[in-house]
C-alpha cells in the first residue's frame, strides 16, 4: 500500500460463523499517516451489510496523529517538520499519538452484526489480547481490559489532558496496569471505525517535545508517559519480530470473530 492507493489484494475472506458477515483481512505495510486516515476512511465506506474489514498497518515517516476534535495548535508543527514526523487527524476522537515502533490496527463493522458499540470495543481488545498472548504466552497472566470508564472533561483540564496514552478508557488493554494498546471508535451512519496503536518500541514516548507547551513541562510529560505506558519490547526485553506479531494478531483476531 503506497502512494495513496486504496489497495487490498492481499487479504482473503472469511465468513463469520452464524451471520452472513464476511471479513476481509489485510496488511498493507508502510505509508503516510494522510494514506493511512483515508484508507481507514474508504474501508468504513466500502463496510456494508455483509462485509466488515481488519486492517493492519504502519507509519512511514512516524507520525502524530491527533482526536477529530483536538486542535492542531496543540503541536509545535515546525519541529516535527523538522524531524521528519507527520501530523495529521484521526477521523476519531481521543487525543495526540506519536506513531513509531508499532502496529496499527483498524477495523470497518457495519452494526447489522448485532453488536452495540461498546461490545464490539470490548470484543476487538479481547481479539488483540489473544493476539499478543500468541506470540507471547508468557504476558497472559499479566495482561488484562480496563474495567473501569474515568471521567474524562476532568482528565482533558490536567497537563497531560493532549496525551492519549496518558490514560485508560473502559476495555483498553493494559498490561500491569499500564496501557499496552490505545484505542478510538467513531460510529458513521451504521458502520463502526475503531483503530488503534499495539505498542512494541519506546520511540513514542517523545511526543511531549512535539507538543506547544512550558518547557518544564515537557520531562514532566515524558515521566508520566513512561509510569503510564508500556511496550511488548519492554516487557520481554527483546526485539520484536514485526511480521510474527502481525500474523499472531490475525490469528487472534479470527479466534475471537470468526
Same mark, same amino acid.
Given at each position: %500500500?503506497?502512494?495513496?492507493?486504496?489497495?487490498?489484494?492481499?487479504?482473503?475472506?472469511? $465468513?463469520?460463523? @452464524?451471520?452472513?458477515?464476511?471479513?476481509?483481512?489485510?496488511? #498493507? @505495510?508502510?505509508?503516510?499517516? +494522510?494514506?493511512? %486516515? #483515508?484508507?481507514?476512511?474508504? &474501508?468504513?465506506?466500502?463496510? $456494508? #451489510?455483509?462485509? +466488515?474489514? *481488519?486492517?493492519?498497518?504502519?507509519?512511514?515517516?512516524?507520525?502524530?496523529?491527533?482526536?477529530?476534535?483536538?486542535?492542531? =495548535?496543540?503541536?509545535?508543527?515546525?519541529?516535527?517538520?523538522?524531524?521528519?514526523?507527520?501530523?495529521?487527524?484521526?477521523?476519531?476522537?481521543?487525543?495526540?499519538?506519536?506513531? +513509531?515502533?508499532?502496529?496499527?490496527?483498524?477495523? +470497518?463493522?457495519?452494526?447489522?452484526?448485532?453488536?452495540?458499540? /461498546?461490545?464490539?470495543?470490548?470484543?476487538?481488545?479481547?481479539?488483540?489480547?489473544?493476539?499478543?498472548?500468541?506470540?507471547?504466552?508468557?504476558?497472559?497472566?499479566? !495482561?488484562?481490559?480496563?474495567?473501569?470508564?474515568?471521567? *474524562?472533561?476532568?482528565?482533558?483540564? /490536567?497537563?497531560? @489532558?493532549?496525551?492519549? *496514552?496518558?490514560?485508560?478508557?473502559?476495555?483498553?488493554?493494559?498490561? =500491569?496496569?499500564?496501557?499496552? !494498546? @490505545?484505542?478510538?471508535?467513531?460510529? %458513521?451512519?451504521?458502520?463502526?471505525?475503531?483503530?488503534?496503536?499495539?505498542?512494541?518500541?519506546? *520511540?513514542?514516548?517523545?511526543?511531549?517535545?512535539?507538543?506547544?507547551?512550558?518547557?518544564? &513541562?515537557?520531562?514532566?510529560?515524558?515521566?508520566?508517559?513512561?509510569? /503510564?505506558?508500556?511496550?511488548?519490547?519492554?516487557? &520481554? /526485553? %527483546?526485539?520484536?519480530?514485526?511480521?510474527?506479531? #502481525?500474523?499472531?494478531?490475525?490469528?487472534?483476531?479470527?479466534?475471537?470473530? &470468526?
Amino acid at each position: %500500500m503506497s502512494n495513496g492507493q486504496w489497495r487490498i489484494e492481499n487479504g482473503e475472506w472469511e $465468513k463469520r460463523i @452464524g451471520s452472513n458477515v464476511i471479513w476481509r483481512f489485510i496488511d #498493507s @505495510g508502510f505509508d503516510t499517516g +494522510a494514506n493511512n %486516515m #483515508s484508507i481507514d476512511l474508504k &474501508l468504513a465506506e466500502n463496510a $456494508k #451489510s455483509n462485509k +466488515a474489514f *481488519f486492517r493492519l498497518y504502519r507509519w512511514e515517516p512516524y507520525c502524530i496523529s491527533l482526536g477529530a476534535n483536538q486542535s492542531f =495548535d496543540d503541536i509545535n508543527i515546525e519541529k516535527a517538520k523538522a524531524d521528519n514526523i507527520d501530523v495529521v487527524k484521526r477521523p476519531t476522537g481521543g487525543r495526540a499519538i506519536l506513531h +513509531a515502533e508499532e502496529i496499527t490496527y483498524s477495523v +470497518a463493522l457495519p452494526l447489522s452484526v448485532g453488536f452495540s458499540q /461498546k461490545e464490539i470495543y470490548e470484543k476487538i481488545s479481547n481479539a488483540l489480547v489473544k493476539g499478543l498472548i500468541l506470540y507471547a504466552p508468557e504476558i497472559s497472566e499479566h !495482561i488484562a481490559l480496563e474495567n473501569e470508564q474515568p471521567h *474524562f472533561p476532568s482528565l482533558l483540564k /490536567k497537563d497531560s @489532558g493532549s496525551l492519549c *496514552f496518558a490514560s485508560s478508557a473502559k476495555s483498553e488493554v493494559k498490561f =500491569d496496569a499500564k496501557k499496552i !494498546i @490505545g484505542s478510538a471508535q467513531r460510529k %458513521m451512519q451504521n458502520v463502526i471505525l475503531q483503530h488503534g496503536s499495539i505498542l512494541v518500541g519506546t *520511540f513514542h514516548r517523545k511526543l511531549p517535545e512535539y507538543l506547544n507547551v512550558e518547557t518544564n &513541562l515537557i520531562e514532566k510529560l515524558k515521566i508520566e508517559l513512561a509510569k /503510564k505506558t508500556i511496550e511488548l519490547e519492554t516487557i &520481554l /526485553k %527483546m526485539k520484536v519480530d514485526y511480521r510474527e506479531l #502481525s500474523e499472531c494478531l490475525k490469528k487472534g483476531f479470527k479466534d475471537e470473530w &470468526l
